[in-house]
């Protein structure tokens, strides 16, 4: 039941879009240098059906009658027998006429009320005209076509007269319940692939004039810095499991449009040339290439085989031609997706919480006990020094390091490389080799002007209650990190 509109008894803009269609479908099967006699037989038997259900409708109209004489003929001609003498080429041409004649039908939109949303005017496809006075209207009402729409869009919420639209529209669409709908599926739609509507709505926001510095790397930038308290105006394009090479390729993407941008932050941990996401065979790592930086970035880097996912869109679920002939629904869609990113200002939020994307779900480590903490935090670093194994990798990555530097030189973007602290139960384990090679890479680097290397590993600055799990930042770590980040850059 869609409770956002009345479709009136009376010709409405449905029945005349479906008899539009029939009829143009009609001529097309007939329209052919051969037809059958079957296909004649099956074509005027649904065209009999139309024109009994649409009898009362358009008997005034012309193109209909001889239309209604032309089927009679063909149909007694069978009866009778006399298929040789069956011509459909009359019937065609009147058809083509009656097709036409429906095309002409005057479709008039109008609005009544108060647009607080401010969409209708960039929203619509069709020319709205808007009624200021609603009963001036409806007292100089008059039926001046035989065959016309009128449609009214009325918003509800702002008009408050008890007045039975119904009687002098054949259509009225309810603006709040279907602006308040389309935000509701907008919003189902946003939150079933978060990190690819949130990234691609980070992109668009980094081309923004005003961006001067951009943020990427894996879950260690995303929960561990606060643009918000970043002295410059920042966008953060990290996301968990982001590995160097897409990090390059956001940042690349970004630069390229917004060329105000002098910063790019690179938030790390010491394994930073050790991963690659797109070799990865778990099943968090094969959908984030899919679903994410695939359908964003047209690049699949190392990963075999990556289909194209088909995205759920609101026009789909949705499913009403009628709002699809008036409203632009990717503009709407993209307007409410926009909006949500701007309420929840930032990664985390309510229906995406910073504890749901902690190992430890909604456990603090205040909840265990010490021996516990050890414990899990030597199987969360062993997460990471499994990756060690991968050489290849750490080749090919330590080659992207210096593309990607090279980038940001050759674009007057100052580099700065972030690395985020630990606990202590997960440092004390994590293989040592990772940072003599992470160190050995930045060091072969200092020719690269403007190279900014800050290790707050190494700084003894937080505690661990600055920390949501044992190498995440906890919403306050996050706010003081960003800080003691601001006094440095």
Not at 275 to 290: C, F, G, M, T
Not at 454 to 480: P, Y
Request: charged share 30%.
């Amino acid at each position: 039941m869609r409770n956002y509109r009345y479709i009136g008894d009376r010709y409405n803009i449905q029945r005349h879009m479906d008899n539009f269609k029939a009829i143009g479908k009609f001529y097309d099967s007939l329209n052919k240098k051969y037809v059958s006699v079957n296909d004649i037989i099956s074509a005027i038997n649904s065209l009999a059906d139309f024109i009994q259900e649409n009898s009362s409708l358009y008997k005034e109209q012309h193109f209909f009658n001889e239309l209604v004489d032309e089927t009679v003929k063909i149909i007694e001609a069978f009866n009778n027998g006399d298929k040789d003498c069956i011509s459909i080429n009359t019937l065609v041409l009147i058809l083509k006429s009656f097709y036409e004649e429906l095309d002409r039908v005057p479709v008039n939109v109008f609005f009544y009320g108060k647009d607080k949303y401010h969409l209708l005017k960039n929203s619509s496809k069709v020319k709205i005209k808007t009624i200021n006075n609603i009963d001036t209207y409806i007292n100089s009402y008059e039926k001046k076509h035989d065959m016309k729409i009128d449609i009214l869009i009325v918003s509800e919420e702002t008009s408050k007269e008890e007045i039975d639209f119904r009687c002098n529209f054949s259509d009225v669409i309810y603006y709040d319940k279907l602006m308040n709908l389309l935000f509701s599926i907008s919003e189902k739609i946003y939150y079933s692939n978060y990190d690819y509507n949130y990234l691609m709505e980070s992109l668009q926001q980094s081309s923004s004039s005003e961006i001067e510095t951009i943020i990427v790397g894996n879950s260690y930038p995303l929960t561990g810095i606060d643009v918000n308290v970043l002295n410059s105006k920042a966008v953060n394009l990290a996301l968990s499991s982001q590995d160097l090479y897409y990090s390059y390729k956001l940042a690349e993407t970004a630069i390229k449009n917004n060329f105000n941008i002098k910063k790019c932050i690179i938030g790390a941990g010491y394994y930073l040339v050790n991963h690659d996401l797109s070799k990865s065979k778990n099943e968090d790592a094969v959908y984030r290439v899919k679903n994410v930086y695939y359908p964003i970035l047209r690049d699949k880097h190392n990963s075999e085989n990556v289909e194209e996912v088909e995205k759920t869109n609101i026009s789909e679920v949705l499913n009403d031609e009628i709002i699809s002939f008036i409203f632009d629904l990717n503009f709407l869609e993209e307007y409410f997706k926009n909006l949500i990113y701007r309420s929840n200002d930032g990664y985390f939020n309510e229906n995406f919480t910073r504890e749901m994307n902690s190992i430890m779900k909604n456990i603090t480590l205040s909840d265990i006990d010490e021996e516990e903490k050890w414990k899990f935090g030597k199987i969360r670093a062993n997460q990471h020094n499994k990756l060690s194994k991968y050489t290849e990798t750490s080749k090919e990555y330590s080659s992207i390091f210096n593309k990607f530097m090279n980038f940001l030189r050759e674009n007057d973007v100052e580099p700065i490389v972030v690395v985020f602290p630990n606990t202590k139960y997960y440092s004390e384990y994590l293989n040592e080799i990772y940072e003599k090679e992470f160190y050995k890479i930045i060091s072969n680097k200092k020719e690269y002007r403007g190279l900014k290397l800050i290790d707050f590993s190494k700084q003894d600055l937080f505690s661990e209650e600055d920390f949501i799990d044992f190498d995440h930042m906890s919403k306050n770590g996050a706010v003081k990190l960003t800080r003691e980040l601001n006094k440095l850059i």
